[in-house]
């Protein structure tokens, strides 16, 4: 399906297959064994391929953390207030949450964008771009309009084409929303034959009542809305939340302007699979940073067709996850750039056959 609002991203290229068959070859004469680089030599000509680089470096990388709240919290689906959605965005103003301490270890910026708080916040470095105060309670009735998803997609590419002004060549998705993790559950169930007692988790930790609860919940909210699993748009609009849309948006940006976004956890990869069904050739510029312990994770993975690069046990949500992966992106380069070859290290490369 075409959507008009594509136009103002820009287009998605193909990644540049020169480029990943000199970064094959320059691999391939670095020395160690022949593919014992494992997944950081896939890593590393996946990164060639998005930059048209050999050797590329991002001096310059940014967590982009979306912040919303949810209509469905009304149903009880959190272990937590819907106030902690606030008081989390000013922890991480203050630079005390997980990954304020992760970004600062990985040398990357995080930014964080009000994109449908129900409250009104006032902080010099909060990005103020709220689309609507929240959704609306989507077991009653759609989240948010069509219109409405399409301004937090576009929120998201905005958000993106500043930092890119800014010089920012590599991206990490993140999120704050109470409540998020019932609106990803709807959106995985909606746009594949997944069940919904596969796809819910517990969040931020119901016990066994409140998990029945959460997963009738969504099957009410996908029950009442219909949404049409041929239309991402449709879904996040019928079941999604604002910051899963801004998370769409700074993925299909970052592809636009061919810089690689690193995939966090279980939200994320919702708003991934959303961003791939709009552009299949935007998951060729995902990098998938670790599989969660939320339930459903993994079947989420397998929807978009992509592997994790670790498997932590973490369900911390922010970014965090995505925010380790980038000291794999690192080494990926390193290796690429430092590591010496057969030839300038004067070492005989021997022949395939004897490289054992």
Sequence with gaps: MKYDFMEKIGVISQLDTEAMVAA???????????????????????????????KPTFTKREVIIMAADHGVCEEGVSAFPQEVTPQMILNFLAGGAAVNVLARHADAEVACVDIGVMSDLSHPNLLSRKVRYGTANMAKGPAMTHDEAIQSILTGVQVVQEAVQRGVRLFVTGEMGIGNTTASAAVMCALSNIEVQDAVGRGTGLDDAKLLHKINVVEQALRVNSPDASDPLDVLAKVGGLEIGGLVGVILGAAAHRC??????????????????????????????????????????????????LHLDMRIGEGTGGVICLHLIDAACKIVSEMATFESAGISSGTQENRG
Excluded: C, W
Aim: aromatic letters at 2%; hydrophobic letters at 45%.
């Design 24 to 54: 094959q070859a320059h691999i391939a004469n670095l020395t160690v064994p022949p593919g014992s680089l494992g997944k950081l030599e896939k890593l590393a000509v996946q990164l060639a391929g998005i930059t048209g680089e050999v």
């Design 260 to 309: 690689p976004v690193v995939i966090d956890g279980f939200i994320s990869s919702a708003a991934a699979l959303i961003a791939q069904r709009i552009s299949p050739i935007a998951s060729e510029y995902m990098i998938v940073s670790h599989v969660s312990h939320e339930q459903g994770h993994r079947l989420l993975l397998e929807q978009l067709n992509l592997s994790p690069a």
